[in-house]
Nanobody, 124 residues
């Protein structure tokens, strides 16, 4: 098993930036594909970004492409989501997730482990 803990959320004005972190403990972090999802109030959870085990391949939702960057540091057992040019519609609880399936996927079902999430609020 792997345990995931997110941090870095907060309140930011539109146009601002935040960097989310996901700290992993337990089994070998470098074995897992990592992703970020988000859930806004009253909406379903949606895919944001994913990366492979070494960070060489990434995939983004169209809504964040060009503004968000997913990365990881296997030496620190951590994944990150750099969010720039934030918009009010980016307001949500952001969760990191880990997968042993070995594929970049937007499907929540392939992610075995989830963190509890961190709140991001973007004011207009």
């Amino acid at each position: 098993q792997v345990q995931l803990v997110e941090s870095g959320g907060g309140l930011v004005q539109a146009g601002g930036s935040l960097r989310l972190s996901c700290a992993a403990s337990g089994r070998t972090f470098s074995n897992y594909f990592m992703a970020w999802f988000r859930q806004a109030p009253g909406k379903d959870r949606e895919f944001v970004a994913a990366t492979d085990v070494i960070g060489s391949s990434t995939y983004y939702a169209d809504s964040v492409k060009g503004r968000f960057t997913i990365s990881r540091d296997n030496a620190k057992n951590s994944a990150y989501l750099q969010m720039n040019v934030l918009k009010p519609e980016d307001t949500a609880v952001y969760s990191c997730a880990a997968s042993t399936w070995g594929i970049l996927s937007t499907n929540q079902g392939v992610y075995n482990y989830w963190g509890q999430g961190t709140q991001v609020t973007v004011s207009s």
